[in-house]
């Protein structure tokens, strides 16, 4: 095996930039927050809420332009059959952004909200929350796995080193930062990143496209010429899996912490928005390059070129179309370039998954479920050891699980059946409840899983209509094998079922104990009858439904939290003042007494 030590050096000298500018962000920003009197553990996971236009804007383009994104949008141009008209993630993830800046940033950061699952701790209790963490955190730390194994994946392919050797070296660097800065040092090491990713492939770009084994692209898209036009197209019988994958993106993209963590960071409603809509554009210019990449990919003569012999597509080496025509297709000092790209757009996304998990394990599971009475100081420790414990978990599985990629498409196709419809829900549907967000988990969960997952050669128990069977080769074994291929859109469908799920339920449940068809008593969710009592029932309504309840269910409830809402959500000033009252009220010795 060859090392090039030019591809080393430039490696090093980026790495140890990232490492910089990580410090120095930490440094710089290691008082901010204290004059207003927000707490330590806040800061490190919403930046104070001061984070600006320009270093937000930047800090959300880059959690989106990843490493799967720049290489996955090459990869599918590059595919015959496929093409640009199957490249779905720079127009999906764009969209994304819009409808959460239209719908859901304004409602999210005006209330003040520390981490997304914040509401539904706050309407349907912390055992739920802790429910909806489990998609929430399984989605981010795959994605850090996946995006650390692809780069080790493109370093090997590039410089020729172990592939171990630089996926833990990456994730060390990330890790590193994110331990010492929080979000300010992501949120800084990211504009640098972004750059490093729009010179890195902008460079590379001419010099590939002027190779003299690389055909015209414009005649390439829509003529024959090595294979079939990179321009692609929908078959009639894909079109409803097509308008299932692209709704994924579009509204799957919206219910990550790693998307609420920038808008929550923003110093203003408004601004929340507007770095939404900056960060839609700045997907769509930076996925020009891999777009154009792919292109190249599919409009050369891999003959004339150092990689020789079979087209990568032949070779089961597709997904590395971008480090191969950068290899390959561009001078040494120019791949270098781009490798730096490539590791740039890797770890900026791998910080953020890996910060996102740690502050919603930290807050809404340590904190909120748990440790109610723990100390800002216990707060930051235990954000502290879960970054280093769950990135090196993500590394560990980069390392040695063949499937990563399988798991991710899964865990981001439950947050797009469970978390979304949940979201819609709390946010947006008034008077869903417990109940109704169970019976929401298991439908999405059920009808999700049971459409099978031939990433992981998980076989269906639902047959959708338009189910078929197509032949295609193991990974590992390299024989063929037959799997089921669903056309239905049901992982939409999943998502809808879900949301109704909620709403039906919800209101089924608030039927049956208000009108007495089921005894107060069974209430178990303190869903219905205990919330109502405690935390909204006002005088009218406790004298108009007077009959229907005992004198024994009058008394005082535990909380929905276990600890009032006003200290578990800091933000005051975003409660409503007879919530905060209410509140004050039932933190008084008597309560405390009741409840012990």
Known sequence: ??????????????????????????????????????????????????????????????????????????????????????????????????VGGLFFAKPMRSRGYVTMLDPFQQLYGKRMGGLLFIPAFMGEIFWSAAILSALGATLSVIVDINIKMSVVISALIAIFYTLVGGLYSVAYTDVVQLFCIFIGLWISVPFA??????????????????????????????????????????????????????????SSATYAQVLSFLAAFGCLVMAVPSVLIGAIGASTDWNKTSYGGEAPKDKDEAAMILPIVLQHLCPPFVSFFGLGAVSAAVMSSADSSILSASSMFARNIYQLAFRQSASDREIVWVMRITIFVFGGLATLMALGAGTVYGLWYLSSDLVYVIIFPQLLSVLFVKGTNTYGSVAAYLFGL???????????????????????????????????????????????????????????????????????????????????????????????????????????????????????????????DTLPEETVEEEEEESSPDFSHNEE
């Open 209 to 266: 496209l002027t190779n003299a084994a690389v055909s015209d692209i414009t005649v390439t898209a829509v003529k024959r010429v090595y294979q079939s036009p990179w321009r692609g197209s929908i078959k009639k019988e894909d079109t409803w899996m097509w308008v299932d994958n692209f709704c994924l993106l579009m509204l799957g993209g919206i219910p990550w912490q790693v998307y609420f963590q920038r808008v929550l960071s923003a």
């Open 446 to 572: 059920v009808l999700r899983i049971g459409g099978g997952e031939p990433y992981l050669h998980l076989p269906p128990f639902i047959y959708y209509p338009g189910w078929t069977t197509e032949q295609r080769k193991h990974q590992d074994s390299g024989e063929m094998e037959e799997i089921i291929i669903q056309r239905f859109p049901f992982k939409t469908v999943s998502m809808l079922a879900s949301f109704f799920g909620n709403f039906v339920f919800s209101y089924l449940a608030k039927y049956l104990f208000e009108s007495g068809k089921i005894s107060h008593k069974y209430d178990f969710l303190d869903a219905v009858v205990s919330s109502r009592s405690g935390e909204i029932m006002d005088k009218t309504t406790l004298v108009t439904r007077g009959n229907n309840i005992g004198l024994s269910e009058l008394a005082p409830v535990k909380p929905r939290l276990s600890v009032t809402l006003a200290a578990a959500f800091t933000r005051r």
């Open 1 to 98: 095996m060859t090392i090039h030590a030019e591809g080393l050096v430039a490696i090093a000298v980026f790495y140890l930039l990232i490492l910089f500018v990580g410090i120095w962000a930490a440094w710089k920003n290691k008082h901010s927050g204290e004059a207003e009197g927000t707490d330590r553990s806040e800061t490190i996971m919403v930046g104070g809420r001061d984070i600006g236009l320009f270093v937000g804007g930047f800090t959300m383009t880059a959690t989106w332009v990843g490493g799967g994104y720049i290489n996955g949008t090459a990869e599918y141009v590059y595919l015959p059959d496929y093409g640009l008209a199957w490249a779905q993630a720079p127009f999906g993830y764009a969209l994304s952004l819009v």
